[in-house]
């Protein structure tokens, strides 16, 4: 058939009536050829392997207005629930402030320092001694022509109870102390006792032991002597020099 169809007639190109028995010939083959071919198959491939996974589903198609009311309630609720949450929290902070008005609040109570010009005023008012204080300094001048004899670093007897007393005082008031003592302008040349510096710093020392006699710490009581580099009055006089002849202190808070 092949052949037949490409245009090679043959013999039959030349004889008479050529074409027409070239043309029974075709039939005679294509019934020949038909007769003998199997039957066609309703598909290509009855044995093919099926596609993997499931039929695809059909898409959910939501209506715009059911999600819109969706939204919505969502909305409406997490507002009411964030109203109520925020009540009851206020409720509670404006309990607590009401709470807090309630309270008996105590001022606490300042302590007041002692004040030596109180603790010594009967001392003042006799005038055995003078203080004058400020808020972090006590100055207390024990006068000398009571205190000490010249020349003499002995406290005289009727002024030891008046020195324990002011000890005592000082160690109510609790502060640093320093004691210097003060000498007239006499000279002085004895055995321990070379000048007037020497002089006044041990009557400042006898003091020191009444004080720590008294229960003073040693360490916070410290002596100094002036001599008498720090005169109060004239030494041209006896009442001068009985003014000049002093022990001084300061008490540091």
Not at 111 to 118: E, G, P, S, T, W
Not at 236 to 252: D, H, S
Request: hydrophobic share 40%; charged share 25%; aromatic share 6%.
């Amino acid at each position: 058939m092949l052949i037949l169809g490409l245009g090679f007639e043959g013999r039959y190109s030349i004889i008479e009536d050529g074409d027409r028995q070239l043309t029974k010939i075709r039939q005679r083959l294509l019934t020949l050829i038909q007769s003998t071919r199997d039957t066609t198959q309703p598909v290509l491939s009855p044995h093919g392997m099926q596609p993997y996974g499931s039929a695809r589903r059909e898409k959910l198609i939501v209506p715009v207005r059911l999600t819109a009311m969706c939204a919505g309630v969502l909305v409406v609720s997490a507002f009411i629930w964030c109203k109520y949450w925020l009540s009851v929290r206020g409720d509670r902070i404006t309990n607590d402030i009401y709470a807090m008005q309630n309270i008996n609040a105590t001022t606490p109570q300042m302590k007041m320092r002692l004040r030596l010009a109180i603790l010594l005023r009967n001392e003042i008012q006799q005038q055995l001694l003078s203080v004058d204080e400020t808020q972090k300094q006590s100055k207390v001048v024990l006068k000398g022509d009571s205190l000490f004899l010249s020349g003499s670093t002995k406290v005289q007897p009727e002024m030891v109870k008046v020195i324990e007393r002011v000890a005592r005082e000082v160690r109510r008031v609790s502060g640093d102390i320093v004691i210097v003592g003060h000498s007239d302008a006499t000279p002085i040349d004895r055995p321990g006792l070379p000048n007037n510096v020497v002089l006044s710093e041990k009557r400042a020392a006898e003091v020191a032991r009444y004080f720590i006699a008294a229960g003073l710490p040693e360490s916070k009581v410290k002596v100094k002597g002036a001599g008498n580099n720090q005169p109060l009055a004239s030494d041209a006089t006896p009442q001068g020099r009985a003014k000049n002849r002093r022990v001084e202190f300061f008490v540091t808070y």
